[in-house]
């Protein structure tokens, strides 16, 4: 398997301008998470999918940020405007059930100016 | 809600030497406890995980980590360091009845030649 697929590797993008992160989790994985790292804050989770309904979406920070998954294979994190703030590296990460061990994608850098 | 304390920022050890990478946790039921590694630009991995039985668990690389219930701790180890080993490190939990993860703040392992 490919594991989990993330487009794109890296995003360069002026403030005010809409980003969109793409993942392709692993196939017959059933849950699906997106999250961004930070120095300041860390590894945090943003919204997590399970079987392409979100089911807790607490940690998106704000309206500007949102997530849909419209297929098994396929998941979006969109944010719109986008700000310098938001700058991080966003990851996505798939698993199968309950209690297990969850698979990341390579990540997205996202630099806002 | 769950959550996990790694007290120290960074380890460093000596190629050869044991190391040890500590991990407290906080969850209202039995725990799932898991152990990733990190390195530079480059997605978590999966180490290692405890869900029940013994309570030393042996995972990937030549990793191990001691479950302790009475002190609510999972630190990882190995034996014998090596360089290769450096890398971010992160504890994470998962409380019953969600399939969230709350990650430590990570811990920046240097093994020196």
């Known amino acids: 398997d490919a594991g989990v697929i993330q487009s794109p590797r890296h995003e360069v993008t002026e403030m005010g301008q809409e980003v969109t992160l793409r993942c392709k989790p692993i196939?017959?994985?059933?849950?699906l998470f997106w999250y961004r790292q930070t120095m300041m804050r860390g590894l945090e989770l943003l919204i997590y999918?399970?079987?392409?309904?979100?089911?807790?979406d607490s940690g998106m920070p704000e309206d500007r940020f949102s997530a849909k998954m419209p297929n098994a294979s396929f998941s979006t994190l969109k944010i719109q405007p986008s700000e310098p703030r938001d700058s991080a590296v966003y990851f996505c990460a798939s698993t199968r059930g309950q209690g297990t061990e969850q698979y990341f994608g390579p990540g997205t850098r996202l630099t806002v100016t | 809600a769950q959550s996990v304390a790694q007290p120290e920022d960074q380890v460093n050890v000596a190629e050869g030497n044991p190391l040890t990478v500590k991990c407290t946790y906080s969850?209202?039921?039995?725990?799932?406890l898991f152990w990733y590694v990190q390195y530079p630009n480059r997605g978590l991995q999966f180490l290692l995980k405890?869900?029940?039985?013994?309570?030393l668990v042996k995972g990937s690389y030549g990793f191990e980590a001691e479950f302790n219930k009475s002190q609510t701790s999972f630190h990882l180890k190995k034996p014998s360091a090596l360089v290769s080993d450096s890398a971010l490190y992160f504890c994470?939990?998962?409380?019953?009845?969600?399939?969230?993860?709350?990650f430590g703040k990570g811990n920046q392992v240097v093994v020196i030649p």
């Open positions: 405890y869900i029940t039985g013994d309570n």
């Open positions: 994470a939990v998962r409380d019953y009845g969600n399939n969230r993860l709350a």
């Open positions: 999918f399970n079987n392409n309904v979100p089911i807790d």
């Open positions: 196939s017959g994985h059933d849950y």
């Open positions: 969850v209202s039921g039995n725990p799932y």
